[in-house]
């Protein structure tokens, strides 16, 4: 019953910095683990980050240090901070959630709502 919608896709420079957003209506996401996901055209749904419905966050080895995930419960939106990016960050990003899901969730079919998806390039 919940819908996102993602934004803050776009082209940078490699070492630079995007923030995604993903915001959530029909729903507040307080009861549920969102993530996010990318995938390269061709190529299998990649897991990123999780974050909980009680605030634990989880990331891929290949982004920790780098990547953040935050949840504003106020704008009912979903962040993803993303510094120091590498041209194989390239990808579409997408948010999802699951309800009242531990953050531990690093499958694609382990969430049930889905954004559209948001294109980030990262030129060398």
């Known amino acids: 019953q919940v819908q996102l919608v993602e934004s803050g896709g776009g082209l940078v420079q490699a070492g630079g910095s995007l923030r995604l957003s993903c915001a959530a209506s029909?729903?507040?996401?307080?009861?549920?683990?969102t993530a996010w996901f990318r995938q390269v055209r061709g190529k299998e749904r990649e897991f990123v980050a999780a974050?909980?419905?009680?605030?634990?966050?989880n990331y891929a080895d290949s982004v920790k240090g780098r990547f953040t995930i935050s949840r504003d419960n106020a704008k009912n939106t979903v962040y993803l901070q993303m510094n120091s990016l590498k041209p194989e960050d390239t990808a579409v990003y997408y948010c999802?959630?699951?309800?009242?899901?531990?953050?531990?969730?690093?499958?694609?079919?382990?969430?049930?709502?889905w954004g559209q998806g948001t294109q980030v390039t990262v030129s060398s």
């Open positions: 974050i909980s419905w009680t605030g634990i966050t």
């Open positions: 029909g729903r507040t996401l307080s009861r549920y683990a």
């Open positions: 999802a959630a699951a309800e009242y899901g531990s953050g531990r969730q690093t499958r694609a079919y382990e969430y049930n709502y």
